[in-house]
């Protein structure tokens, strides 16, 4: 674990629609010392994104609703 000691304390927001993925990474992160928040779709994400400031966003491309390629494109025009 100490090759992940750069992500210590990162606050990270996984979007995945899929529950046991969400699981599992957050589970491996959390691990690792990251702080998680879930979003199950790219509308999720982005309400969540306009809230807080993460330092990483991993995003899923198929989902429901809105898929992570237009909410990827919807965050990245977001003022900082």
Known sequence: MSKYVGLKAKKILLVDDV????????????SWGCSVDVADNGIMAIDKVSKTDYDIVLMDIQMPEMDGMEATKQIRSMQD
């Not at 529950?19 to 959390?30: F, S």
């Open 19 to 30: 529950e046991m993925n969400q699981y599992l990474a957050r589970y491996i992160m959390e």
